[in-house]
């Protein structure tokens, strides 16, 4: 029988597919927290919060499909070493450095203490949650697959149910004056945070897959079908992104910007819902956390097992980022934020850079081009990220864009250009 390739229902199926894989229960920690800072500039922030997020995740999928999902082959044409260490820093940020510890974390702070206090210690519950996360990785089970296809839906329900209560009822004024400065890149900052670029990039391959069995054969196909729906995974996400960024700006005269950012999502639910409320949010939330880990150390694990060419045996890196996530989660939500925060300005740059420069692959014909291009932005944002630090670099203060924390754009550009007129190879010729 011919499947007939684009149809509604593949838009539909494959657009709720885009969204699940982009939003995860970490996803409500930033927009409430971002409402609370822009106060009644809460819309910028929220648009570019959900450009970081959303808006990447849906070109790093595109990117990735035109290589069926290998990573280092995307990565490729800026240097084979740059590309592995690229590719490492990109898995290792979604794997056991951030993101997996982060689901632990945030499962504790929004899921059993809101409910239980501080009955269980942090390290107890974080070697509880990892064992259980090795124990489903190993051996998958149709639970997990049962409790992510229950899950999504019943988070969307609940977060629609918060936040039409909240539009209704606000809790509270909102602030007359930003918390901060640099507001656009406030709402960028706090999209890599979400890292949804790193994970679309890591779990692309089982998105290709699906459209494989589909019957999307050539790459035109596919990338057709993921942007007709990552439209509709977008206009969700930014549905839900702008309520909760709303929702954080109705309790602006309760918080500032020390606010604790796993909190502010609870205690707003059990202000709007009281305490039923909590506890339904605290299920969802735990639940969404576990499927992520979950998923997230799986690809982990498959990633570092192909690049050691099975060397490095499945089960063996599964069981070290589980044991290493446990311990790092111990750290708190806002630990691990305070880590990634100058990882990931330094590792986006280059990532959004080769993402960007996939789509032109076949117009450029040199590598040094690519070469020219990242190594010039991870120098620009590992520079401001120094410069954060206290470290004078005046000379950073005159770059465009940089208050939208863009600063390293008009300098990937000239090199780029420059690198078009340094003499080099096509690698991707070469490897076909």
Avoid at 77 to 99: E, M, Q, T, W
Avoid at 148 to 155: F, I, Q, Y
Avoid at 249 to 254: D, E, P
Avoid at 268 to 294: N, R, Y
């Amino acid at each position: 029988m011919i499947q007939q390739k684009g149809s509604f229902k593949d838009v539909i199926v494959f657009g709720f597919a885009l969204f699940a894989m982009f939003f995860g229960a970490g996803n409500l920690i930033f927009p409430p927290y971002l409402g609370i800072i822009t106060g009644p500039e809460w819309l910028t922030g929220f648009a570019g919060f959900t450009f970081a997020d959303a808006g990447l995740a849906l070109l790093a999928v595109m990117a990735t499909a035109k290589y069926d999902g290998d990573i280092i082959a995307l990565f490729r044409r800026a240097g084979g070493k740059l590309a592995i260490v690229l590719g490492c820093a990109d898995i290792l940020c979604i794997g056991p450095f951030l993101a997996i510890p982060r689901t632990g974390a945030t499962t504790y702070e929004m899921g059993i203490m809101p409910l239980l206090g501080n009955t269980i210690p942090i390290a107890v519950f974080a070697a509880i949650f990892f064992i259980i996360t090795y124990v489903l990785t190993i051996k998958p089970s149709k639970v997990v697959d049962i409790v992510g296809r229950v899950l999504t839906p019943a988070l969307l329900i609940a977060l629609a149910v918060i936040i039409v209560k909240g539009v209704v009822s606000p809790l509270g004024p909102v602030v007359d004056e930003p918390m901060i400065e640099g507001v656009v890149a406030e709402g960028i900052a706090q999209g890599y945070q979400t890292m949804d670029a790193f994970a679309a990039i890591a779990l692309a391959s089982v998105l290709i897959v699906s459209l494989n069995e589909k019957g999307y054969n050539t790459v035109g196909d596919k990338l057709k079908a993921i942007m007709k729906s990552g439209v509709l995974a977008c206009v969700g996400l930014a549905l839900v992104y702008g309520g909760l960024c709303f929702l954080g700006a109705t309790v602006s005269t309760m918080y500032g910007v020390d606010a604790q950012q796993s909190q502010v999502i609870v205690n707003i639910t059990e202000g709007l819902l009281g305490q039923t409320g909590k506890m339904i949010l605290a299920v969802c939330v735990s639940l969404a956390c576990l499927t992520t880990s979950i998923g997230l150390t799986s690809a982990t694990g498959q990633f570092f097992e192909k690049l050691s060419g099975g060397k490095l045996k499945y089960k063996t890196v599964v069981l070290a980022v589980c044991i290493f996530s446990a311990c790092m989660a111990s750290i708190g939500v806002g630990g691990i934020i305070k880590v990634a925060s100058p990882v990931l300005s330094i590792v986006y740059p280059p990532t959004i850079v080769l993402v960007i420069l996939a789509f032109f692959t076949e117009k450029i014909q040199n590598d040094n081009v690519y070469k020219f291009a990242v190594y010039t932005s991870l120098i620009v944002s590992i520079l401001t990220v120094v410069q954060s630090y206290g470290v004078a670099m005046p000379f950073l203060d005159y770059l465009p864009l940089k208050e939208f924390g863009f600063n390293w754009v008009v300098p990937v550009i000239v090199a780029g250009l420059i690198g078009h007129f340094v003499p080099g190879k096509n690698s991707e010729l070469e490897t076909r």
